[in-house]
């Protein structure tokens, strides 16, 4: 029942006429203001504070926990109650993405000039004599040259010594000679075992 119908309801009851209520409602609304200004005033009124209301955050799934606990995070790092694999996803990709962005910026603050590397071209021989068109990207121990992977396994054939360097080549061998090393070779691995 709204205050107006109540108003009327006792103006009936008791047979009074409109000015009767009409000071009735002004005496009301006085009291009204003179209520609300005391409790202004008043320190002895506790003020409720208002209380925000705690949500309690889970994962949705035993795997969707499992994936984030794989992937370091945690249920801090969101805003929702239940926290699905997918929005796991969505924060790793950002997180990730993030990082990497970072990384770049403080890898050219750190280097803002680029050193060139001078690529040489591989020293190496093809099957058809001519020379070897890739780059050399490796330089094996021992070698004053730079050969692509497939050369750089058998860098010693394509490499031009000083003869000071060049071991004496037998061109006459004695059958006998061989002979008896290939046997002592065969001996001395029988041996081993």
């Given at each position: 029942?709204?205050?107006?119908?109540?108003?009327?309801?006792?103006?009936?009851?008791?047979?009074?006429?409109?000015?009767?209520?009409?000071?009735?409602?002004?005496?009301?609304n006085e009291s009204f203001v003179e209520l609300a200004h005391k409790l202004l005033k008043s320190t002895?009124?506790?003020i409720q504070k208002q209380t925000k209301t705690v949500t309690t955050k889970k994962w949705a799934t035993?795997?969707?926990?499992?994936?984030?606990?794989?992937?370091?995070?945690?249920?801090?790092?969101?805003?929702?109650?239940?926290?699905?694999?997918?929005?796991?996803?969505?924060?790793?990709?950002?997180?990730?993405?993030?990082?990497?962005?970072?990384?770049?910026?403080?890898?050219?603050?750190?280097?803002?000039?680029?050193?060139?590397?001078?690529?040489?071209?591989?020293?190496?021989?093809?099957?058809?004599?001519?020379?070897?068109?890739?780059?050399?990207?490796?330089?094996?121990?021992?070698?004053?040259?730079?050969?692509?992977?497939?050369?750089?396994?058998?860098?010693?054939?394509?490499?031009?010594?000083?003869?000071?360097?060049?071991?004496?080549?037998?061109?006459?061998?004695?059958?006998?000679?061989?002979?008896?090393?290939?046997?002592?070779?065969?001996?001395?691995?029988?041996?081993?075992?």
């Amino acid at each position: 029942m709204s205050l107006e119908a109540k108003f009327e309801t006792f103006k009936t009851k008791h047979e009074l006429d409109d000015s009767a209520i009409a000071e009735l409602l002004s005496i009301f609304n006085e009291s009204f203001v003179e209520l609300a200004h005391k409790l202004l005033k008043s320190t002895d009124v506790p003020i409720q504070k208002q209380t925000k209301t705690v949500t309690t955050k889970k994962w949705a799934t035993k795997i969707a926990a499992e994936y984030a606990n794989e992937n370091e995070v945690t249920l801090d790092d969101f805003d929702k109650e239940k926290i699905t694999k997918k929005d796991i996803d969505e924060f790793v990709k950002i997180r990730t993405s993030e990082s990497h962005t970072k990384l770049k910026t403080d890898k050219q603050k750190k280097d803002p000039v680029k050193k060139e590397t001078v690529k040489e071209k591989c020293k190496g021989i093809t099957k058809n004599g001519e020379p070897c068109s890739r780059s050399g990207t490796e330089k094996p121990e021992g070698s004053s040259n730079c050969f692509c992977f497939r050369h750089a396994m058998d860098w010693k054939n394509y490499e031009i010594s000083s003869d000071s360097e060049l071991e004496e080549e037998e061109i006459f061998k004695d059958p006998v000679k061989e002979t008896e090393k290939k046997y002592k070779n065969e001996s001395d691995e029988a041996a081993d075992y």
